[in-house]
């Protein structure tokens, strides 16, 4: 098992940014992939960004390339989602969870945080 906590959201103005972070505990961190994905309300949970175990490989959704940055650090067991020039349509429950896969597909993901809210003010 590995569990997930999510910290660092809130609310921020638009334009702004914010760095969300995951702690894992219970495995090996650096043996599983990273992702980071969001559900706003009355919408479909959608995917953003991953990483890979040694935080070589990183890979975005086109709709967030430029503005998101994933990042690890494996001695704090620890992965990040910095986002930059925040949107309203950015709000949205932010989570990360862990795969043996470096993907987007978030079928391939078994374990979850419980999330951490991200609204942004117009």
């Known amino acids: 098992q590995v569990q997930l906590v999510e910290s660092g959201g809130g609310l921020v103005q638009a334009g702004g940014s914010l760095r969300l972070s995951c702690v894992a505990s219970?495995?090996?961190?650096?043996?599983?992939?990273m992702g980071w994905f969001r559900q706003a309300p009355g919408k479909e949970r959608e995917s953003l960004a991953t990483?890979?175990?040694?935080?070589?490989?990183?890979s975005y959704a086109n709709s967030v390339k430029g503005r998101f940055t994933i990042s690890r650090d494996n001695a704090k067991n620890t992965v990040y989602l910095q986002i930059h020039s925040l949107k309203p349509e950015d709000t949205a429950v932010y989570y990360c969870a862990a795969s043996r896969f470096i993907t987007l597909d978030d079928s391939q993901y078994p374990y979850w945080g419980q999330g951490t809210q991200v609204t942004v003010s117009s």
């Open positions: 219970g495995r090996t961190f650096s043996n599983y992939a």
């Open positions: 990483i890979g175990g040694s935080g070589i490989t990183t």
